[in-house]
């Protein structure tokens, strides 16, 4: 499986590397289909960045395994040797999301074997396995045979075969890990294990809203933060209401109540991000103790498209965002070290609907001053609408087939965009809201015209560096 994933890459990455889609700033595939970031952790210093990644097929059906890639600056980055493949029997139709926890100055994996039996199934209540399997490594390259922990007979008898996504965290001496899952009854939730030693877990509780919340919760993380414990979700078939919920699938948050070894209690729901391509994120804490969230940006089952799949890739993760919690409300903003690809900077003084042309689309615009309610039209046909206290994003035919998403919030003081050749992701007055969209226009498209006066600010970012682990 390694060769077949190498022999992918040999034969499409001349393509993807000639496609002026291809991102600058972001991490994308080396050539075929990447989704979920999973593994995330700094161990000794180095920041280490696994994904689901499906080198063979840029539509992500075939063969999905763990890519890598690891940094110690967010600015240079290594891409490391794949890191795990579906060639075993317990992940042989998938080695799908999971995470890293730092203990004993190790790092164990945890992840989702994935298999499906032969016969007539219909692969939700009968006929796959969701299997938890355990890996580890003493220097985040070299990794343990991967072995099996739980499988469907460990789980609680209501559930279906959808149970996903470990994710580990401490607490009282004790470790815990969250499990996505959906019930025989189509309920979305959280199941959570316990274990004194890593190894070995016994099923403790679950974890749902009183009303039914969509049928499957996938990518669970459930973490504390400034003494306040979180928990981010993508609930699957929960229903649009008004400006909410406009994806096929959601991401977002509760903040959670009460004590882990009493009873959980989960708030309302409270979505991350609101575009077009954000999905999956996950978090971790790093040596600095900031919590940083890395997304997917893209999404299952949308019904839009990325015309990069006719040069063999498709997707990508999001910028590393550092947390913040303001009033229990998530804020997320690009760590620092993004400051480090700045270079050219500009500063305009914009006057109402004059067109200012930019020199790249890899670049951060800040734009400040703006009127109570205004319009931003940026690139070839992307509109950003302030009206009413709501926000509302529009996609020409650069969206292929993205359409219109929106925000309410109560009043807007500043915008930065971090523009890529195919990507835009708008942080809301420094990160109160946000909003992730692939867009694909022409070089050439590089203006923006507000119909306020407005301060704006733009940096060219430079690309980031990468370079393989093995030639
Ligand atoms: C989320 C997800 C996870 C699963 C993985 C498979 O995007 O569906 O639940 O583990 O992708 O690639």
Redesign the pocket.
Known sequence: MKQKYIDAENKYKDLVEKDHWRLNYHLMPKVGWL??PNGLCQFNGIYHIFY?YAPEDPK?VKN?GWGHYSTKDFIHFIREDNALFPDSEIDKN?A???SAFIENNQIHFY??G?IKFKGEYDYINDGRGHYVNYFSSKDGIHFTKKKNLLKNEDYPSDMSCHV??PKIFKKNHHYYMVL?ARTKESVGCILIYQSDDLHNWQYKTRLTTKEKFGYMW??PDLFEFDHQKVLIT?PQGVEQVEYQYENV?QNGYFIVNGEIDDCLYLDEFKQLDHGFDF??PQTFEDEQERRILIG?MG??DIPYTNPTIKNQWQHALTLPRELKLVDQKIYQYPIQETKKLRKNHQIINLKQNELYHYQTHSCEIHIEQLDKEFTINLRKDVKINYQNHLLTVSMGTSGYGRDTRHIKINSIEEIDIFSDMSSLEIFINKGEETFTARVYDEESDTQIKVSSQCHIEIYDLKAYQIIERSK
């Open positions: 989704n979920d689901q992500g999905k998938g799908y999301s999971g992840y989702t994935n996903r996504d996505g996938e990518c993508c699938y999905y999956a997917w999404l299952p």
